[in-house]
């Protein structure tokens, strides 16, 4: 008995000890510069190596996505998406205008917020990333192989794309839901009666298992509240998706007052199977609409744009049973499912509490009719019925939560500047770390799927301060990353990111290299106005316009001399890099010409128009410096008054 | 001589891989080709170790104006080969099944490893004389001229085997499976010579 009670006090006190020094550990590495050598080698990634991770971190009104590597911080690409890109021609180019085109015209520039990466059985599948417009509500579709925009659909009778593009898990949705309801139609009517007479159109857009494409295949026409953030639910939850909703007072001016009124907001929970199969038998409504459908194909290097006239649109009061209202307090920003999909995070920002509603409960209170009224006709559920519990937190301003592999949700807060870890299901604080500053989203590696990567964490800032050299008034958004594979968080990088990043997907680097594409097949360039050999480039008119179709290989254009272009002419540049070798683009760049340059990738064909406005002999020159002899790849083209009688001819090396 | 006669059957037989299997490879690697560009020779034709190999060769080629690589159509050597090939082969095979029945001596297996040997140095030798050439008969206008350090122009032949440096690129040059085999066909064509003898005298 007594040798017990020793060994007991032994290991007690060895216990101590030991989390006693590890405590002391923790602390100093944080303020004791000589030991940040351990969290250096962290993020290191010695010369010639690769990061574990892509992480994709949306641009914001950058318009665009770009490619960061983890633990490195390191930039890799900014893939263009919303917005026009002179690096590469994207919007420029005429296979590629048709991407920007809207019912409002082209539309060259957008804010790009949320994207997500498919998934499959809910687990992060590498193929495609999804991300929004909410300006001009879009939906684009980016290729995991080409790290191209592939896809972009406009969604018609909303505004504000911002509950968007989150995607259920086997990548059979993506959602558009609006975030300021508006009169649908359209139509001309005094603002102040928007209460009851503005819709909120929630669009799941459907997309193709095999080649992604999208199509909307209906809108749910919701009570006209704002449509804030929303969350596909998970694996015991899959089939119903989830909206936070704001201004339910419904009020149209000085929001920052009149719709933090209501002390609970709502969840709008939506069994969109249940949905889906009422449109599958013919229900719904079909209305006129008028809405772009952008598609890009990587054979014909050419992207369609196709009007669309037609949206089938849904009335929650025609499918009863398939909408419920979730209170939850206090203006909810982000909604969040953990991977078990029994919790659905509702942060109320301007609470200090975070409100975790269990889906069990939810089920079970539909089950026996647990009502508190309706909002126009959707039943309101009890808060106490479906409440699981809290988080009290202490901090401010709680507005998102991802999740890791180990049971753990991290949420940041945007006024306290911190990411709070607690435990799902005991709702227990296990640790805080500040950030640097006014925190938005984060993001971990699959963190807002079934399986988590829970390796790595990091938070996207909104203000920079004084985190890195100051480049006069405007700074770049500071993202930080955090190791969270112990028990606390370990902020090892600041990174500065491009534009202004909302939300980020993150991913294992192996599930996506290895199907990265190197060039595009000559053999299956499928461009009319391809050339696959340089003898078959050639030059035609066609009264004024004149379409050059030009090879380019390293380190010459054929044809290099073109004659007989007069001023008032169209000239279309088709060209094609005959390259077949991983990373060997080439540029064309023609002056004066009134928009930008092009890249065009080994095996690719782009096509660029210039309107020549002054006579002379004009030169072009590739603008990627691609071989030893890279500045002696350029031409000339000779531009006559437009009553010339000269020959359209055209030569390399004289022949 | 049963046993011989199979035996050089078997070693015959196995010039056959030469049909599938590239007799020789070379690799050129450089700085910025990290996955080295390579050739596969076959008794046919050469092929790209990767699939745009033979075309970016010949994309860098030009600059120090090399010929390009040439296509089947383009060496007799490449229409001869199989057909010499596919005869020793026919030839072997014959002496083997001969063999087995007792209609021929041992002494017709390491005749026929003497003419293959014969020939296989022939063959070696216009593989090399075509490397030097291909390597050295530079177009007069090529881009890049340099000399080597006696201040002749440079040639870019690859190694028959082994290795050399060219330029930039690091370049290996060694028998590939389809030589491979052939050895150890010829090898069992000797070893039927012995055991044809060991075989005869023992009867």
């Known amino acids: ?145 080409t790290f191209e925009t592939e896809e972009i659909i406009e969604v018609p009778n909303s505004a504000g794309n911002h509950s968007s593009s989150f995607i ?38 459907k997309v193709d298992p095999e080649t992604g494409r999208m199509g909307i295949k209906f809108q749910i026409m919701m009570p006209g509240f704002n449509y804030d953030l929303s969350h596909p639910g998970r694996d015991k939850s899959h089939g119903w998706f989830f909206f936070t909703t704001y201004n339910t007072e419904e009020a149209n001016s000085l929001l920052e007052v009149n719709a933090s009124q209501n ?46 006239k037609e949206v089938l649109t849904v009335n929650p009061a025609d499918i009863p049973g398939a909408i419920y209202l979730l209170p939850t307090p206090k203006s909810p920003h982000g909604c969040d499912v953990d991977p078990t999909g029994e919790y659905i995070i509702g942060n109320g920002k301007l609470s200090a509490d975070l409100t975790i509603h269990s889906f069990t409960k939810m089920l079970d209170a539909i089950e026996n009719k647990k009502f508190d009224g309706d909002a126009y006709g959707i039943p309101i559920l009890n808060y106490e019925d479906v409440l699981a519990g809290a988080v009290k937190s202490g901090g401010l301003g709680p507005l998102h939560t991802e999740f890791d592999d180990k049971g753990n949700a991290y949420t940041t807060f945007f006024i306290s500047s911190e990411v709070v870890k607690w435990k799902v299901g005991t709702w227990e604080v296990i640790d805080r770390k500040p950030t640097y500053y006014s925190v938005g989203h984060l993001t971990i590696p699959g963190g807002n799927s079934r399986k988590p990567f829970g390796k ?94 030009m090879s380019m290989i390293r380190s010459h254009f054929t044809p290099d001399n073109i004659e007989g272009i007069k001023v008032g002419d169209k000239v279309y540049f088709h060209i094609t890099n005959l390259e077949q070798d991983f990373d060997v683009p080439h540029g064309f760049a023609m002056i004066g010409q009134n928009t930008s340059e092009l890249l065009i990738m080994p ?26 002899l890279h500045q002696e790849m350029q031409g000339y083209i000779r531009v006559s008054p437009k009553n010339s009688n000269i020959e359209l001819s055209w030569t390399l090396d004289g022949e | 001589m049963k046993k011989a006669g199979i035996i050089m059957i078997i070693g015959s037989l196995l010039l056959l891989g030469l049909f599938k299997f590239p007799l020789w490879n070379i690799m050129l690697g450089a700085p910025q080709y990290p996955e080295p560009l390579g050739l596969d020779i076959y008794i046919n034709g050469i092929q790209g170790a990767s699939e745009f190999d033979l075309q970016n060769i010949d994309g860098l080629n030009h600059y120090i104006g090399m010929k390009t690589l040439p296509k089947p159509e383009d060496m007799w050597e ?124 023992k009867s």
């Open chain 1, 1 to 145: 008995m007594k040798t017990t009670f020793k060994s007991i006090v032994l290991l007690l006190s060895a216990t101590f000890i030991l989390s006693g020094c590890g405590n002391n550990n923790s602390k100093s590495a944080g303020n004791d510069g000589a030991l940040r050598s351990s969290k250096a080698e962290k993020v290191y990634v010695a010369p010639g190596e690769h990061d574990s991770h892509y992480a994709f971190i949306s641009g914001g009104y950058s318009g665009n996505v770009t490619v960061y590597g983890l633990p490195s911080g390191r930039l890799f690409k900014e893939i263009p998406v919303f917005s026009q890109f002179p690096t590469s021609g994207y919007g420029y180019s005429e296979e590629t205008k048709p991407m920007l085109n809207t019912s409002f015209g082209e539309i060259p520039w957008d804010d790009a917020h949320h994207p997500d990466i498919s998934q499959t059985n809910g687990v992060l599948d590498g193929r495609w990333i999804f991300i929004n417009g909410n300006n001009t509500p879009r939906i684009a579709r980016i290729s995991l192989k």
């Open chain 1, 603 to 628: 095996g690719q064909t782009k096509t660029s128009v210039w309107e020549p406005k002054q006579v002379g002999v004009w030169p072009f020159y590739c603008t990627d410096f691609c071989s030893a």
């Open chain 1, 456 to 549: 790595y964490m990091f938070a996207m800032n909104k203000i920079t301060k004084d985190r890195y050299l100051p480049t006069g008034p405007e700074l770049e958004h500071s993202a930080q990353l955090y190791d969270i594979s112990g028990d606390k968080m370990e902020l090892l990088l600041d990174f500065p990111t491009h534009g202004e990043p909302h939300y980020a997907a993150a991913i294992p680097a192996d599930i996506v290299k290895g199907n990265s594409q190197k060039i595009y097949r000559l053999d299956e360039n499928k461009h009319p106005y391809a050339v696959t050999n340089q003898a078959d480039a050639k030059v035609t008119r066609n009264g004024n316009e004149v379409h050059i179709s």
């Open chain 1, 168 to 205: 259920t898990e086997n990548t059979e949705y993506v959602v558009a839901g609006t975030r300021f309801s508006v009169p649908v139609p359209q139509k001309d009517m005094p603002i102040a009666e928007y209460k009851g007479n503005f819709k909120g159109a929630l669009s799941f857009i």
């Open chain 2, 78 to 201: 490449f229409s001869i080969f199989p057909k010499v090939i596919g005869g020793m082969v026919a030839i072997g095979v014959l002496i083997g099944i001969l063999g087995f029945i007792g209609k021929v001596s041992y002494k017709w297996f390491i005749g026929w490893f003497i003419l293959m040997s014969i020939l296989g140095i022939l063959g070696m030798y216009d593989f090399h004389l075509w490397l030097i050439d291909y390597g050295s008969n530079l177009d007069p206008k090529a881009i890049l001229k340099l000399v080597d350090e006696q201040g002749n122009p440079m040639k870019y032949d690859p190694p028959l085997i082994g290795h050399k440096i060219l330029l930039n690129f690091d370049a290996f040059s060694y028998p590939h499976t389809g030589a491979y085999m052939m050895f150890v066909g010829m090898m069992l064509t000797i070893v039927a010579f012995f055991v044809g003898k060991k075989e005869y005298k």
């Open chain 1, 263 to 308: 002390d609970k907001d709502f969840i709008a929970a939506i069994n969109w199977k249940k949905i889906e199969e009422y449109v599958d038998n013919g229900g719904g409504t079909k209305m006129p609409a008028n809405y772009a459908h952008n598609v890009y194909d990587e054979h014909t290097h050419t992207a369609t744009s196709t009007m669309k």
